[in-house]
C-alpha cells in the first residue's frame, strides 16, 4: 500500500511512546506485554479472552494506540489485576500477584497423568537440573 505524499504530509504517523534510556519506569504498553508473557498466554489467547483481535492486542503492546478506559478495565481484568497496576509506573517490578504460566501448567498436568515411577523418574531429573542452575548462579 502505497502512501499518498499529500496524506504523509498532513497526517504524520504517530510515534510509539518510548521509555527514556537508563529510567526504571515501564510504559503501560510495556506492563500489558509483561503481564501477559508472564502469566503464559500469547496474543491470540488474550485477545480471545477479551473478545477482539489480536491485531489489536499487537497495537496495544507496540504502543500504536493508547489505552482507553474501557480497554484498560477489560485488559486488567483479563490479567486479573488492577487498573492501577497496569497504567503505574512503579518502576520495573514484577507484579505481587503473579501467575505461573500456562506453559508450565500444561506441562504439570501430562506429567500428572504419567504412571507413578514415569513421574518418579521426571521429577528427579527436573530437581537434578534446578540443583545445576541454583549452583551456577
Given at each position: 500500500?502505497?502512501?499518498?505524499?499529500?496524506?504523509?504530509?498532513?497526517?504524520?504517523?504517530?510515534?510509539?511512546?518510548?521509555?527514556?534510556?537508563?529510567?526504571?519506569l515501564e510504559l503501560p504498553r510495556e506492563r500489558l506485554s509483561r503481564l501477559?508473557?508472564?502469566?503464559?498466554?500469547?496474543?491470540?489467547?488474550?485477545?480471545?479472552?477479551?473478545?477482539?483481535?489480536?491485531?489489536?492486542?499487537?497495537?496495544?503492546?507496540?504502543?500504536?494506540?493508547?489505552?482507553?478506559?474501557?480497554?484498560?478495565?477489560?485488559?486488567?481484568?483479563?490479567?486479573?489485576?488492577?487498573?492501577?497496576?497496569?497504567?503505574?509506573?512503579?518502576?520495573r517490578q514484577h507484579s505481587l500477584r503473579r501467575k505461573p504460566s500456562l506453559r508450565v501448567l500444561r506441562r504439570?498436568?501430562?506429567?500428572?497423568?504419567?504412571?507413578?515411577?514415569?513421574?518418579?523418574?521426571?521429577?528427579?531429573?527436573?530437581?537434578?537440573?534446578?540443583?545445576?542452575?541454583?549452583?551456577?548462579?
Amino acid at each position: 500500500m502505497e502512501t499518498s505524499p499529500y496524506t504523509a504530509a498532513i497526517m504524520p504517523r504517530k510515534k510509539a511512546p518510548q521509555s527514556v534510556p537508563g529510567s526504571e519506569l515501564e510504559l503501560p504498553r510495556e506492563r500489558l506485554s509483561r503481564l501477559r508473557k508472564e502469566r503464559g498466554w500469547t496474543q491470540v489467547e488474550l485477545a480471545e479472552r477479551l473478545g477482539i483481535s489480536q491485531t489489536l492486542i499487537s497495537d496495544y503492546e507496540r504502543g500504536r494506540l493508547r489505552l482507553n478506559a474501557d480497554i484498560v478495565v477489560r485488559f486488567a481484568n483479563a490479567l486479573e489485576v488492577t487498573a492501577n497496576e497496569l497504567l503505574q509506573p512503579t518502576g520495573r517490578q514484577h507484579s505481587l500477584r503473579r501467575k505461573p504460566s500456562l506453559r508450565v501448567l500444561r506441562r504439570l498436568e501430562k506429567i500428572e497423568k504419567l504412571p507413578p515411577h514415569q513421574q518418579s523418574t521426571l521429577l528427579k531429573t527436573i530437581d537434578t537440573f534446578l540443583r545445576g542452575a541454583a549452583a551456577s548462579r
